[in-house]
Protein backbone atom coordinates (compact mmCIF):
# COMPACT_ATOMS: atom_id res chain seq x y z
CA UNK A 1 0.00 0.00 0.00
CA UNK A 2 1.71 3.41 -0.43
CA UNK A 3 1.30 6.75 1.46
CA UNK A 4 -0.99 8.31 -0.48
CA UNK A 5 -3.51 5.31 -0.41
CA UNK A 6 -2.93 5.06 3.87
CA UNK A 7 -3.71 8.91 3.71
CA UNK A 8 -6.90 8.48 1.41
CA UNK A 9 -7.82 5.77 3.84
CA UNK A 10 -7.95 7.53 6.99
CA UNK A 11 -9.32 10.80 5.71
CA UNK A 12 -6.30 12.40 6.38
CA UNK A 13 -5.14 14.98 3.92
CA UNK A 14 -1.13 15.25 2.67
CA UNK A 15 -1.21 19.04 3.53
CA UNK A 16 -3.97 19.83 5.87
CA UNK A 17 -3.34 16.64 7.79
CA UNK A 18 -6.27 16.03 10.43
CA UNK A 19 -8.02 19.35 8.96
CA UNK A 20 -10.77 18.80 6.33
CA UNK A 21 -9.43 18.90 3.05
CA UNK A 22 -12.30 20.98 2.16
CA UNK A 23 -12.78 24.40 4.02
CA UNK A 24 -15.50 23.79 6.52
CA UNK A 25 -18.90 25.00 5.24
CA UNK A 26 -20.79 28.20 7.09
CA UNK A 27 -24.12 27.86 6.19
CA UNK A 28 -26.76 25.35 6.24
CA UNK A 29 -30.03 25.09 3.90
CA UNK A 30 -32.87 27.72 5.03
CA UNK A 31 -34.67 25.06 7.26
CA UNK A 32 -31.81 24.79 10.00
CA UNK A 33 -31.21 28.41 10.05
CA UNK A 34 -33.11 28.88 13.57
CA UNK A 35 -29.60 26.53 15.26
CA UNK A 36 -27.28 28.84 13.41
CA UNK A 37 -29.20 32.03 14.63
CA UNK A 38 -29.70 30.42 18.26
CA UNK A 39 -26.18 29.82 18.23
CA UNK A 40 -24.57 33.09 17.20
CA UNK A 41 -27.07 34.68 20.15
CA UNK A 42 -25.94 32.67 22.45
CA UNK A 43 -22.81 34.51 23.96
CA UNK A 44 -25.71 37.73 24.49
CA UNK A 45 -27.08 36.29 27.79
CA UNK A 46 -26.24 32.38 28.34
CA UNK A 47 -28.80 31.92 31.05
CA UNK A 48 -31.31 33.19 28.92
CA UNK A 49 -30.35 30.88 25.98
CA UNK A 50 -32.14 28.33 28.14
CA UNK A 51 -35.59 29.31 27.21
CA UNK A 52 -34.86 30.39 23.75
CA UNK A 53 -33.50 26.59 22.97
CA UNK A 54 -36.34 25.08 24.98
CA UNK A 55 -38.92 26.89 22.18
CA UNK A 56 -36.78 25.67 19.23
CA UNK A 57 -38.58 23.56 16.59
CA UNK A 58 -37.64 19.24 16.34
CA UNK A 59 -36.01 19.73 13.29
CA UNK A 60 -35.30 16.39 10.80
CA UNK A 61 -31.68 16.19 9.71
CA UNK A 62 -32.22 13.73 7.13
CA UNK A 63 -31.73 16.01 4.21
CA UNK A 64 -27.80 16.97 5.90
CA UNK A 65 -27.10 13.47 6.52
CA UNK A 66 -25.91 12.47 2.75
CA UNK A 67 -23.43 15.49 3.03
CA UNK A 68 -20.45 15.10 4.99
CA UNK A 69 -20.23 19.16 4.95
CA UNK A 70 -23.60 19.61 5.88
CA UNK A 71 -23.34 16.86 8.60
CA UNK A 72 -20.29 18.36 9.81
CA UNK A 73 -21.58 22.32 10.07
CA UNK A 74 -24.98 20.32 11.89
CA UNK A 75 -22.32 18.98 14.25
CA UNK A 76 -20.58 21.50 15.66
CA UNK A 77 -24.05 23.65 15.91
CA UNK A 78 -26.05 21.05 17.85
CA UNK A 79 -23.08 20.71 20.14
CA UNK A 80 -22.73 24.24 20.92
CA UNK A 81 -26.45 24.31 21.49
CA UNK A 82 -26.31 21.21 23.80
CA UNK A 83 -23.09 21.91 25.73
CA UNK A 84 -24.23 25.76 25.73
CA UNK A 85 -27.66 24.58 27.47
CA UNK A 86 -25.87 22.18 30.22
CA UNK A 87 -23.66 24.74 31.17
CA UNK A 88 -25.46 28.23 30.66
CA UNK A 89 -26.10 28.41 34.40
CA UNK A 90 -24.46 27.71 37.21
CA UNK A 91 -26.39 24.77 38.16
CA UNK A 92 -25.67 22.44 34.99
CA UNK A 93 -28.95 20.94 33.85
CA UNK A 94 -29.85 17.56 34.01
CA UNK A 95 -31.96 16.94 30.44
CA UNK A 96 -30.92 18.58 27.31
CA UNK A 97 -34.22 18.99 25.73
CA UNK A 98 -35.78 16.91 22.42
CA UNK A 99 -35.25 19.32 20.14
CA UNK A 100 -31.41 19.21 20.31
CA UNK A 101 -31.00 15.42 21.81
CA UNK A 102 -33.16 13.97 18.56
CA UNK A 103 -31.59 15.65 15.92
CA UNK A 104 -28.14 15.59 17.35
CA UNK A 105 -28.21 12.10 17.92
CA UNK A 106 -29.07 11.28 13.91
CA UNK A 107 -26.11 13.54 13.18
CA UNK A 108 -23.60 12.20 15.91
CA UNK A 109 -24.44 8.93 14.50
CA UNK A 110 -23.48 9.84 10.88
CA UNK A 111 -20.45 10.64 12.15
CA UNK A 112 -19.58 8.16 14.51
CA UNK A 113 -18.82 10.33 17.22
CA UNK A 114 -20.43 10.78 20.66
CA UNK A 115 -23.01 13.29 21.83
CA UNK A 116 -20.59 16.37 23.13
CA UNK A 117 -18.71 19.02 22.12
CA UNK A 118 -15.53 17.59 21.05
CA UNK A 119 -12.36 18.56 19.23
CA UNK A 120 -13.31 17.40 16.07
CA UNK A 121 -16.03 20.27 16.01
CA UNK A 122 -14.86 23.00 17.75
CA UNK A 123 -11.48 23.24 16.53
CA UNK A 124 -10.96 21.03 13.35
CA UNK A 125 -14.74 22.15 11.51
CA UNK A 126 -15.04 25.41 13.02
CA UNK A 127 -12.55 27.95 10.92
CA UNK A 128 -12.32 29.47 7.38
CA UNK A 129 -9.26 31.45 5.89
CA UNK A 130 -9.84 35.16 5.55
CA UNK A 131 -8.62 36.70 2.05
CA UNK A 132 -4.80 35.94 1.89
CA UNK A 133 -4.94 34.34 4.91
CA UNK A 134 -3.09 31.01 5.66
CA UNK A 135 -3.92 28.22 8.17
CA UNK A 136 -0.28 28.28 10.11
CA UNK A 137 -1.25 31.95 11.27
CA UNK A 138 -4.04 32.15 13.46
CA UNK A 139 -3.87 35.36 13.00
CA UNK A 140 -5.54 35.51 9.75
CA UNK A 141 -8.15 33.02 10.08
CA UNK A 142 -12.07 33.11 11.90
CA UNK A 143 -14.07 31.10 13.92
CA UNK A 144 -17.27 30.06 12.87
CA UNK A 145 -19.12 29.67 15.95
CA UNK A 146 -18.14 29.93 19.83
CA UNK A 147 -19.54 29.92 23.24
CA UNK A 148 -19.47 33.13 25.58
CA UNK A 149 -15.92 34.17 25.44
CA UNK A 150 -15.75 36.64 22.36
CA UNK A 151 -12.63 37.35 20.78
CA UNK A 152 -10.72 35.74 23.38
CA UNK A 153 -12.25 32.59 22.86
CA UNK A 154 -11.71 32.48 18.93
CA UNK A 155 -8.23 32.78 19.26
CA UNK A 156 -7.85 29.63 22.25
CA UNK A 157 -9.67 27.39 18.87
CA UNK A 158 -7.51 29.29 16.01
CA UNK A 159 -4.31 28.98 17.49
CA UNK A 160 -5.01 24.90 18.11
CA UNK A 161 -6.24 24.99 14.15
CA UNK A 162 -2.61 26.00 12.92
CA UNK A 163 -1.21 23.88 15.36
CA UNK A 164 -3.06 21.15 13.36
CA UNK A 165 -2.22 22.88 10.27
CA UNK A 166 1.50 23.15 10.91
CA UNK A 167 1.30 19.44 12.38
CA UNK A 168 0.81 18.10 9.06
CA UNK A 169 3.65 18.19 7.31
CA UNK A 170 4.88 15.25 9.18
CA UNK A 171 2.44 12.65 8.82
CA UNK A 172 3.36 11.84 4.75
CA UNK A 173 7.01 11.24 5.94
CA UNK A 174 6.07 9.16 9.07
CA UNK A 175 4.22 7.12 7.10
CA UNK A 176 6.98 6.21 4.16
CA UNK A 177 9.12 5.95 7.08
CA UNK A 178 6.62 3.64 7.91
CA UNK A 179 5.96 1.56 5.11
CA UNK A 180 9.96 1.34 4.49
CA UNK A 181 10.47 -0.07 7.52
CA UNK A 182 8.20 -3.02 6.70
CA UNK A 183 10.35 -3.35 4.08
CA UNK A 184 13.66 -3.34 6.10
CA UNK A 185 14.20 -0.50 4.68
CA UNK A 186 15.84 2.29 7.72
CA UNK A 187 17.64 4.91 5.36
CA UNK A 188 14.71 7.22 5.67
CA UNK A 189 14.50 7.09 9.32
CA UNK A 190 16.82 9.69 10.76
CA UNK A 191 15.34 11.99 8.30
CA UNK A 192 12.02 11.51 9.52
CA UNK A 193 13.03 12.19 13.11
CA UNK A 194 14.62 15.30 12.01
CA UNK A 195 11.41 16.11 10.48
CA UNK A 196 9.56 15.48 13.85
CA UNK A 197 12.12 17.03 15.99
CA UNK A 198 11.44 20.28 13.68
CA UNK A 199 7.66 20.07 13.16
CA UNK A 200 6.95 19.55 16.91
CA UNK A 201 9.49 23.24 17.54
CA UNK A 202 6.69 24.91 14.86
CA UNK A 203 3.73 23.63 17.12
CA UNK A 204 5.24 24.54 20.32
CA UNK A 205 6.12 28.22 18.67
CA UNK A 206 2.11 28.04 18.19
CA UNK A 207 0.98 26.97 21.24
CA UNK A 208 2.69 30.09 23.46
CA UNK A 209 1.20 32.18 21.12
CA UNK A 210 -1.60 31.79 23.22
CA UNK A 211 -1.95 34.24 25.67
CA UNK A 212 -1.37 36.69 22.79
CA UNK A 213 -4.91 37.26 22.78
CA UNK A 214 -6.67 34.64 24.67
CA UNK A 215 -6.78 36.31 28.21
CA UNK A 216 -6.52 33.51 30.88
CA UNK A 217 -9.26 34.99 33.43
CA UNK A 218 -11.50 35.06 30.16
CA UNK A 219 -11.12 31.33 29.21
CA UNK A 220 -11.64 30.38 32.74
CA UNK A 221 -14.75 32.14 33.26
CA UNK A 222 -16.38 32.06 29.72
CA UNK A 223 -14.90 29.30 27.92
CA UNK A 224 -13.95 26.45 30.39
CA UNK A 225 -17.14 25.71 31.51
CA UNK A 226 -18.58 25.11 28.20
CA UNK A 227 -15.56 22.50 27.08
CA UNK A 228 -15.82 21.01 30.66
CA UNK A 229 -18.00 17.73 29.76
CA UNK A 230 -21.10 16.95 31.63
CA UNK A 231 -21.79 16.53 35.55
CA UNK A 232 -21.42 13.52 37.64
CA UNK A 233 -24.74 12.76 37.65
CA UNK A 234 -24.99 12.54 34.13
CA UNK A 235 -26.90 14.05 31.44
CA UNK A 236 -30.47 13.04 29.67
CA UNK A 237 -31.05 13.30 26.27
CA UNK A 238 -35.11 13.58 25.93
CA UNK A 239 -36.59 12.13 23.24
CA UNK A 240 -33.64 9.56 22.83
CA UNK A 241 -32.41 7.79 26.20
CA UNK A 242 -33.78 8.06 29.83
CA UNK A 243 -30.31 6.92 31.01
CA UNK A 244 -28.21 9.44 32.14
CA UNK A 245 -25.10 9.60 30.64
CA UNK A 246 -21.37 11.25 31.95
CA UNK A 247 -19.44 12.57 28.93
CA UNK A 248 -15.67 14.05 28.41
CA UNK A 249 -15.84 17.60 26.87
CA UNK A 250 -13.60 19.04 24.25
CA UNK A 251 -9.90 18.58 25.36
CA UNK A 252 -6.66 18.44 23.45
CA UNK A 253 -5.64 14.90 24.58
CA UNK A 254 -8.37 14.46 21.27
CA UNK A 255 -6.57 15.31 18.77
CA UNK A 256 -5.16 12.99 16.74
CA UNK A 257 -2.09 14.90 15.63
CA UNK A 258 -0.08 14.26 19.38
CA UNK A 259 -1.12 10.75 19.50
CA UNK A 260 -0.03 10.21 15.94
CA UNK A 261 3.30 10.97 16.90
CA UNK A 262 3.51 9.32 20.09
CA UNK A 263 2.18 6.25 18.13
CA UNK A 264 4.66 6.82 15.27
CA UNK A 265 7.91 7.19 17.89
CA UNK A 266 6.74 3.89 19.85
CA UNK A 267 5.66 6.30 23.19
CA UNK A 268 3.70 4.34 24.94
CA UNK A 269 1.40 5.33 27.56
CA UNK A 270 0.90 2.52 30.09
CA UNK A 271 0.18 4.29 33.40
CA UNK A 272 -3.22 4.35 35.22
CA UNK A 273 -2.95 8.11 34.97
CA UNK A 274 -2.67 8.75 31.35
CA UNK A 275 -3.41 5.19 29.15
CA UNK A 276 -7.27 4.96 30.50
CA UNK A 277 -7.86 9.01 29.34
CA UNK A 278 -6.15 8.86 25.94
CA UNK A 279 -7.25 5.92 24.93
CA UNK A 280 -11.18 6.98 26.04
CA UNK A 281 -10.07 10.27 24.08
CA UNK A 282 -10.08 8.25 20.82
CA UNK A 283 -13.63 7.61 21.23
CA UNK A 284 -14.32 10.81 20.54
CA UNK A 285 -12.07 11.29 17.33
CA UNK A 286 -13.74 10.82 13.60
CA UNK A 287 -13.83 6.65 13.48
CA UNK A 288 -11.03 7.10 10.50
CA UNK A 289 -8.70 9.10 12.07
CA UNK A 290 -9.18 6.82 15.33
CA UNK A 291 -7.71 3.83 12.81
CA UNK A 292 -5.32 5.39 11.82
CA UNK A 293 -4.01 5.61 15.31
CA UNK A 294 -4.16 1.82 15.46
CA UNK A 295 -2.58 1.32 11.95
CA UNK A 296 0.73 2.93 13.37
CA UNK A 297 0.67 1.27 16.66
CA UNK A 298 0.48 -2.37 14.74
CA UNK A 299 3.78 -2.03 12.48
CA UNK A 300 7.46 -1.12 13.52
CA UNK A 301 7.95 2.35 14.93
CA UNK A 302 10.91 4.93 14.70
CA UNK A 303 12.16 3.66 17.67
CA UNK A 304 13.03 0.48 16.17
CA UNK A 305 13.92 1.96 13.20
CA UNK A 306 16.19 4.47 15.29
CA UNK A 307 18.13 1.43 16.81
CA UNK A 308 18.90 -0.28 13.52
CA UNK A 309 19.85 2.88 12.01
CA UNK A 310 22.28 4.04 14.11
CA UNK A 311 19.70 6.75 14.49
CA UNK A 312 19.61 6.95 18.18
CA UNK A 313 20.88 10.55 18.41
CA UNK A 314 17.95 12.03 16.06
CA UNK A 315 15.30 10.06 18.04
CA UNK A 316 16.66 11.47 21.35
CA UNK A 317 16.25 15.31 19.36
CA UNK A 318 12.71 14.22 18.58
CA UNK A 319 12.11 12.59 22.22
CA UNK A 320 13.46 16.37 23.09
CA UNK A 321 11.08 18.52 21.23
CA UNK A 322 8.21 16.41 22.42
CA UNK A 323 9.11 17.21 25.91
CA UNK A 324 9.72 20.80 25.24
CA UNK A 325 6.14 21.19 23.96
CA UNK A 326 4.65 18.92 26.43
CA UNK A 327 6.47 21.21 29.75
CA UNK A 328 5.14 24.30 27.92
CA UNK A 329 1.47 22.61 27.39
CA UNK A 330 1.69 21.70 31.77
CA UNK A 331 2.69 25.63 32.11
CA UNK A 332 -0.08 27.26 30.13
CA UNK A 333 -2.59 25.16 31.41
CA UNK A 334 -1.42 26.05 35.15
CA UNK A 335 -1.91 29.89 34.07
CA UNK A 336 -5.16 29.13 32.58
CA UNK A 337 -6.72 26.99 34.95
CA UNK A 338 -4.75 26.32 38.49
CA UNK A 339 -3.69 30.09 38.73
CA UNK A 340 -7.62 31.02 37.95
CA UNK A 341 -8.96 29.11 40.25
CA UNK A 342 -7.75 26.34 42.85
CA UNK A 343 -5.55 23.58 42.75
CA UNK A 344 -8.24 21.04 42.20
CA UNK A 345 -9.29 22.85 39.14
CA UNK A 346 -10.18 19.93 35.91
CA UNK A 347 -8.77 20.70 32.52
CA UNK A 348 -11.46 21.43 29.59
CA UNK A 349 -11.84 17.34 29.19
CA UNK A 350 -12.82 17.51 32.99
CA UNK A 351 -9.50 15.58 34.36
CA UNK A 352 -7.20 16.22 36.87
CA UNK A 353 -5.19 17.75 34.05
CA UNK A 354 -1.34 18.33 35.98
CA UNK A 355 -0.88 14.83 37.06
CA UNK A 356 -1.96 13.59 33.60
CA UNK A 357 0.34 16.17 31.92
CA UNK A 358 3.58 15.25 34.50
CA UNK A 359 2.75 11.14 34.40
CA UNK A 360 2.41 11.81 30.15
CA UNK A 361 5.75 13.99 29.94
CA UNK A 362 7.49 11.15 31.93
CA UNK A 363 6.48 8.43 29.90
CA UNK A 364 8.16 10.38 27.09
CA UNK A 365 11.05 11.20 28.24
CA UNK A 366 11.66 7.77 29.50
CA UNK A 367 12.15 6.54 26.55
CA UNK A 368 15.37 8.06 25.57
CA UNK A 369 17.89 5.57 23.51
CA UNK A 370 21.04 7.13 25.36
Known amino acids: MTTEAILTKHDVDPVRGFLPATDPIAILPDDFHDWAQTVANFGDDPPAARAIIEALPILDPTPLLKDPGYCHRAMLLLSILGSGYVHADDSPAARIPACISQPWKRVADQLGRPLIISHASIVIDNWAIEPGGDLLLPETLRTQARFAGGQDEDWFYLVT ?15 DARLAMEQDNTAGVAQCLDHITETVQKIRDLLNRMEERCRPRVFYDQVRPYLSGWPKAGVIYDGVDETPHRLFGGSAAQSSLLQAIDAAMGVTHEDSRSRPFLRAMRDYMPPRHRAFLEWLETGPTLQDGAR ?16 LFRRDHLAITARYITQQGDDKAEGTGGTEYGTFLR ?3 KETTDQRLD
Not at 308 to 323: C, G, H, M
Open 161 to 175: VSIEAAGAAVIPSII
Open 308 to 323: LANASTEYDQAIESLD
Open 359 to 361: VTR
